[in-house]
């Protein structure tokens, strides 16, 4: 739909101009000042949280099990699972993605729960896909409540870096008022739990997934660039990772995982962790993001159901016409 540049447009225009420097190239980017949700956690030794969730030998722990690579190749993919289920937290993991070409690929950090609710699983997704020939990688975000991803559908954002270089903080902060997804700290995604429709949020505990795996089909630009096994192995390595939340214990009703230890620092009942702590970085975000909805007149799929309750990193590949 055709527009005309007024008053509006250009004043988004310059504040968009002066607040970022992006190229596709380059992906030089000025990034906000934000809290480092990743310092309030403590990082955990990978066996001591998760166990192998399949891929045999491509899954390797080093560094006295600080760091795990994940490999695929043309036999298997790779994967790890947490030891325990969680219902609310703090989830992270410092990641560093394949090199080379990798398109096809997913690398993913996410919280599940399919195994023990295969027709209303709940699910929060971060996905990593791998790039064509241009080198861009893609962040995709999902959220599942009860088998459905109506409300929650992913979102795509351009990384402003290379993740091939060094890792990454890639977070998951999911409480009883929303989930925020984060990269290096950034949040980059809202979902808010709108208690007038609990059930399109996810609300049974889940475990914590690591995996890379072949998903040819639709993973870059809808399956035109399947994986080629010329370039493997595809090995991502996961370091840093933390887990802070409220383990599940089915003998204890889920609910009173929302009343422990209600401190403003708890992610565990993050309400008032996220206004003291997040509130700034998100109206920066969001102030940023309305800015540029303005500009294209572009606005988020589900806009009539969830109204702004999302937030869009500056590039977004998910966009729709109105």
């Not at 002066?18 to 403590?42: G, Y």
């Not at 007038?196 to 993973?219: G, L, N, Q």
Request: proline residues 6%; aromatic residues 14%.
């Amino acid at each position: 739909m055709a527009f005309r540049p007024d008053k509006l447009f250009l004043s988004g225009l310059l504040f968009f101009c002066m607040a970022i420097a992006v190229s596709s190239h380059s992906r030089q980017f000025t990034t906000p000042n934000v809290s480092r949700l990743t310092d309030f956690f403590p990082r955990v030794p990978i066996d001591h949280v998760y166990s192998k969730y399949y891929g045999g030998s491509n899954v390797q722990l080093i560094s006295n099990g600080s760091m795990a690579t994940l490999v695929l190749d043309k036999s298997s993919g790779a994967g790890l699972v947490s030891q325990n289920k969680y219902y609310y937290g703090f989830f992270s993991a410092a990641i560093k993605l394949p090199s080379g070409l990798s398109s096809g690929v997913v690398v993913a950090f996410y919280l599940s729960n399919a195994d023990t609710y295969p027709h209303n699983h709940d699910e929060i997704d971060i996905e990593l896909l791998g790039h064509d020939k241009r080198n861009d990688w893609v962040l995709q975000t999902n959220v599942y409540a009860n088998g459905s991803v109506s409300t929650g559908r992913e979102e795509k954002f351009y990384l402003w870096f290379d993740p091939t270089v060094q890792h990454h903080h890639y977070s998951i902060l999911w409480n009883n008022y929303h989930t925020v997804f984060l990269v290096d700290n950034i949040p980059v995604r809202e979902f808010t739990h709108n208690s007038a429709y609990p059930y399109v949020y996810p609300s049974k505990p889940m475990s914590v997934y690591a995996t890379i795996w072949d998903a040819s089909e639709w993973a870059t630009h809808g399956g035109k660039y399947p994986v080629n096994y010329k370039y493997a192995p595809f090995v991502a390595s996961f370091a840093q990772m933390e887990v802070n939340g409220c383990i599940s214990n089915p003998t204890v009703p889920a609910s009173s995982c929302s009343k422990v230890n209600p401190s403003s620092l708890d992610p565990v009942n993050g309400q008032d962790f996220a206004k003291l702590s997040q509130q700034q970085d998100i109206r920066y975000l969001h102030s940023l993001t309305r800015n540029i909805n303005r500009m294209t007149r572009a606005k988020p799929c589900d806009w009539k159901m969830y109204k702004r309750q999302e937030l869009h990193w500056i590039r977004r590949t998910h966009v729709c016409k109105i």
